[in-house]
């Protein structure tokens, strides 16, 4: 067994590593940065503006599933809202624009205040 693999499997099993271990461990396990949409990005500027310690919860599972609420609500509120009158394409451009950037800003509000700036249930 090579020498970084020892660190990792000391790293993997708790046990207290030295320094020279440590440098060892950081240029062989390369660390995995987390990407977010944009509505889990938000609930994460959310969260630590309140301030809130994700210390022990499991954060990227968290705000992925935020996304995932998001898109979910997106695509529900858009499949409901193009049924309505109001939001029906009438053929004129500059309508059909206002029409649809007003459904799309009703959206954003929504998820908004329902699932990026509410409390946390972690």
């Known amino acids: 067994m090579t020498k970084q693999e020892q660190v990792i499997l000391k790293a993997e099993q708790g046990q207290g590593l030295t320094v020279d271990e440590i440098k060892i461990y950081l240029a062989t396990v390369k660390p995995f940065q987390h990407v977010y949409g944009k509505y889990g990005t938000l609930k994460m500027k959310y ?25 979910e609500l997106y695509e529900t509120m858009r499949t409901k809202l ?11 451009f500059m309508e059909d624009y206002r029409r649809q950037t007003e459904m799309n800003s009703l959206i954003e509000e929504e998820i908004l205040n329902e699932i990026v700036y509410t409390g946390v249930a972690a």
């Open 47 to 71: 969260l630590e503006e309140k301030g809130i310690d994700w210390t022990i919860a499991d954060l990227p599972t968290y705000l992925h599933g935020v996304d995932e609420q998001a898109n």
């Open 82 to 92: 193009e049924k309505d009158e109001r939001y029906k394409r009438t053929g004129d």
